[in-house]
């Protein structure tokens, strides 16, 4: 059994920052990654970026150069640096772990609840 909680959301002006934390338990050594996914209204849950446990980060077109991912294993948590919001980033952003090989990454954990992310001025 795994369970993730994510925190951090709130409301931003465009062109601001936000940092999501997500803290992990239960079950963890069956996974070598950590991800973060966001899904807006009326779309798909989508992949943004994620790390392994050698500290290799992956990030999508939409917020390379904007985000950025981390991680402590010594506490089981994840983070996620966003700066230079834009309103197309507004959405709730959950948080997720699993296994990369191959170049990809597989989710395999449940989902949390998630955090709303609203970028609006």
């Known amino acids: 059994q795994v369970r993730v909680v994510e925190s951090g959301g709130g409301l931003v002006q465009p062109g601001g920052s936000l940092t999501l934390s997500c803290e992990a338990s239960?079950?963890?050594?069956?996974?070598?990654?950590m991800a973060w996914y966001r899904q807006a209204p009326g779309k798909e849950r989508e992949l943004v970026a994620h790390?392994?446990?050698?500290?290799?980060?992956i990030y999508s077109d939409s917020v390379k150069g904007r985000f950025t991912i981390s991680r402590s294993n010594s506490n089981n948590r994840a983070y996620l640096e966003m700066n230079s919001l834009k309103p197309e980033d507004t959405a709730v952003y959950y948080c997720n772990l699993g296994r990369y090989y191959s170049g990809r990454y597989s989710a395999m954990s449940g989902w949390g609840q998630g955090t709303q992310v609203t970028v609006s001025s």
């Open positions: 239960g079950m963890l050594h069956m996974f070598n990654a």
């Open positions: 790390i392994t446990d050698g500290e290799l980060t």
